[in-house]
């Protein structure tokens, strides 16, 4: 089972992505379809993602799905 700590460390994850090619939430959004509310409610830790969504991200941020999911 997934808990808000594990939520909330991806969300950081896909954040420091999402800054490294140097999008805004707004612009992430808008290449996948979604409002900026979704993808700040996904960085805060409170949503638990699909895997479609997890894939979406994936493609929107231009990598694998194993780099997004890659949390060290």
Do not use: F
């Not at 896909?14 to 800054?19: F, G, Q, T």
């Not at 409610?41 to 969504?53: F, K």
């Not at 694998?64 to 890659?70: F, G, K, T, V």
């Amino acid at each position: 089972m997934v808990n808000r700590e594990q939520l909330i460390v991806l969300g950081k994850h896909i954040k420091a992505l999402r800054e490294a090619k140097k999008l805004t939430q707004k612009e992430l959004a808008h290449s996948l379809g979604k409002d900026q509310q979704s993808i700040q409610r996904l960085e805060s830790g409170n949503v638990n993602p699909s895997y479609v969504y997890l894939l979406s991200i994936a493609k929107g941020l231009d990598i694998s799905l194993a780099e997004l999911i890659d949390i060290k």
